[in-house]
């Protein structure tokens, strides 16, 4: 089976950093993936990690350490826009496919 | 990046009727689709799994006779809820991988509501 977990709830201040732990434990592991979903809407993908280490995509970053079944995900500079839930998903080996499972999600605020 | 289209984006209907939820790749071939559910305040669940020409491959506890997956072609899959009741009522996204892609692409969403 496979267990996900992220905090509930987080709040930061506009301007400052913010980090979203994860943590996992799962079996055929075979990537983990960022998304934000704003309220209503569908997920949009944010950051991919396979290998361990940091992946910097501008405001963002993302952490990965497969021996510890940890990920993280860093917000840098927050914007009022960037409240919103933070998903962390894993992709393993399904049954004919690779498929995500994805944690209950972090919700953000950003506070002026 | 590549583009996921669902349709409708909302229906409303009564119970005991049923609901297609229509998902397109639009730029790209989706050799895997995946429909989700999410209840309000939960995170994603994955209802299946289908790959073009195949039968889904559906997860546990989601009756397979009740959410109908047709995935006929490499630009369209199908998802009909059939005989729905009150508590089918959530938010279905579907999403598609093809296979130059690592990530997964989400649709839009449709919101269900059955009365």
């Known amino acids: 089976g496979q267990n996900i977990d992220q905090p509930t709830e987080m709040t930061a201040t506009e301007g400052a950093i913010v980090q979203i732990n994860c943590t996992y434990q799962?079996?055929?592991?075979?990537?983990l993936f960022w998304y934000q979903q704003h309220a209503g809407e569908a997920p949009t993908f944010l950051s991919y990690?396979?290998?361990?280490g940091l992946e910097e995509k501008g405001r963002f970053s993302s952490f990965l350490s497969r021996s510890k079944g940890y990920s993280y995900l860093l917000l840098k500079e927050l914007q009022m826009k960037d409240s919103a839930s933070y998903l962390c998903a894993v992709r393993m080996r399904g049954a004919g496919s690779y498929q995500l499972t994805f944690g209950k999600g972090t919700k953000l605020s950003v506070i002026p | 990046g590549a583009v996921v289209s669902q349709h409708p984006s909302r229906v409303i209907c009564k119970s005991g009727t049923s609901v297609k939820i229509e998902c397109r790749s639009l730029d790209f071939q989706a050799t895997t689709m995946f429909w989700y559910r999410q209840f309000p305040k939960q995170s994603l669940m994955l209802m299946a799994t289908?790959?073009?020409?195949?039968?889904?491959?559906?997860e546990q506890g989601v009756e397979k006779d009740k959410f109908l997956i047709n995935h006929a072609s490499l630009t369209l899959s199908t998802l009909t809820v059939t005989s729905a009741h009150p508590e089918d009522s959530s938010f279905y996204i579907c999403?598609?991988?093809?296979?130059?892609?690592?990530?997964?692409?989400f649709g839009p969403g449709t919101r269900l509501t059955v009365l």
């Open positions: 999403s598609a991988r093809g296979a130059e892609y690592n990530e997964q692409f």
């Open positions: 289908s790959n073009e020409g195949s039968k889904a491959t559906y």
């Open positions: 799962t079996s055929g592991f075979n990537g």
């Open positions: 990690n396979v290998l361990d």
